[in-house]
Each structure stands twice: as C-alpha cells, then as structure tokens.
C-alpha cells in the first residue's frame, strides 16, 4: 500500500488521516503540521496549519492565540547565482510570461536541462504596487497575481521542483496555488484537502518529467520536494507509477 504519513505520531486529538484520493492511499501529514478550525471554517473544513522555516521545519501552533509560541527563523537567501525572474503589475495583469522566460531562457518544456536548472534554481521577486498603500494584504492574496502563477504553473506543471527551496519560493509557489489562509502567529494556514491534492498532482508530474529527462534519483528529488511542504512520500508510490506507466 502507498502512503504519504507523518515521520512521528501527533499528540494533537485533532490528529486525523486527511481523506484519501483513493482507499488505496493513506495521506497524512508529518509531525511538524496540526489541524485547526480556526477563521470560522464551516463544519467540515479544517485548517493546515503551517509556518514555513526554508530551512525545512515548520513552526506549529494548533490555536493562533497559543502563547509561547516561538516565530519561525528569517529565510535563507536568495541561492547565488540563481535565475531571478522579476514582476511587475503591467506584466502580471496582461498575464504576460515573457519575464520569465527571458530570466531563464525557458520557451518550451522541451527544451529544458533539468540538471542546470536543479543546480542553479529559480526565483521570483515580485514588484507588486497597490493601488491603496494602507492595503496589507499579503502578494498570495490578490487574485491577479495569483491568476499569473496559475498561468505560469498550467504551461510549466514541472516547475515547483527547480524552485529556490530554502529560500521559501516552493512555499510561496504553493501559497500562489493553494487556497489559504493568513495568520499572525503560524504564517500559511493552507486548506489540507487542496494542498494534498497539489502535493500528489506535483509528485506524478515531477517525477515523471526527472525520469523522461533521465535525471538522477528522481524519487529522493521529488520526496525532499514533497518533504519541503509537509509531506513524506513512500517508495510504494514510486512503485506503483512505475508498474503502471502512462
């Protein structure tokens, strides 16, 4: 049997198995994510609660007004020398993907090197100007900007796995895709049954398109990947794709 589990067990009587795509899998976070019911959710829907540390580890608080609760460490910075792809609202509202492009040199998924872009990585440093200076939205809450990583992320399924990870892009990535919420406290409060179904939809994408390109150890890519979000994969799954290959 696949599975996707926690490293430990959770304490938390909130603790539950997130219900599976398929009575074949069995989804569960790892030890660093805690269920909540915050925001006033409705009765069914529950709250992931996640603040990202790029280092890999989460900082976790079941309730947001949980006190001793330590702030997760500043991000890492930017990886030297990585591709840096820069935006502005002309761009992201003409949902114009030439800087990116440009940045990179990427126009077609075929003609992509994983192996140059694993090494060096991708960024992105959003120049985002609002329209009312007193509006303190985070950039992952307004729909345009949002509405260009969807864009970006339907003509590039693959991206997420050459992203700058410990300087936090895969978990702004995801933030950009995954419904959620902000909180004070513990940071990105994702809905659990999205980030689960972006989570596999990746690991099926990803791990297909590092083997097609004949990238070494695909599934350890793909679960430190899985890893960086909550998530452990199991070989079960590896094994199973490549019993059953598309």
Do not use: C
Not at 18 to 31: A, E, G
Not at 94 to 102: A, E, H, V
């Amino acid at each position: 049997m696949a599975s996707i589990k926690p490293f430990s067990p959770l304490s938390s009587p909130l603790n539950q198995t997130i219900p599976s795509l398929n009575p074949s899998f069995s989804f569960k976070p790892i030890s660093d994510i805690s269920f909540s019911s915050q925001f006033g959710r409705e009765k069914g829907q529950v709250a992931v609660s996640v603040s990202f540390n790029p280092s890999g580890n989460f900082d976790l608080s079941l309730y947001d007004e949980q006190e001793n609760v330590e702030p997760a460490p500043p991000p890492m910075p930017p990886k030297e020398g990585r591709y840096e792809v820069i935006l502005n609202n002309d761009t992201i509202r003409r949902l114009d993907l030439s800087p990116f492009s440009d940045a990179t040199g990427i126009t077609t998924t075929s003609s992509v090197d994983p192996r140059e872009f694993l090494e060096r990585t991708i960024g992105f440093t959003v120049n985002y100007e609002r329209d009312d200076e007193h509006d303190l939205r985070e950039l992952s809450e307004f729909p345009d900007i949002r509405l260009w990583f969807v864009r970006l992320d339907a003509t590039y399924p693959w991206l997420p796995v050459l992203l700058d990870w410990r300087a936090g892009e895969l978990a702004r990535y995801a933030a950009m895709l995954v419904p959620h919420q902000m909180s004070m406290r513990m940071g990105v409060v994702f809905n659990p049954e999205a980030l689960e179904l972006f989570i596999m939809k990746k690991v099926f994408i990803t791990y297909s398109w590092l083997k097609d390109n004949n990238v070494p150890k695909p599934r350890s890519k793909v679960k430190d990947m899985a890893r960086m979000l909550g998530f452990g994969i199991g070989d079960e799954l590896f094994d199973m794709i490549d019993q059953n290959p598309v």
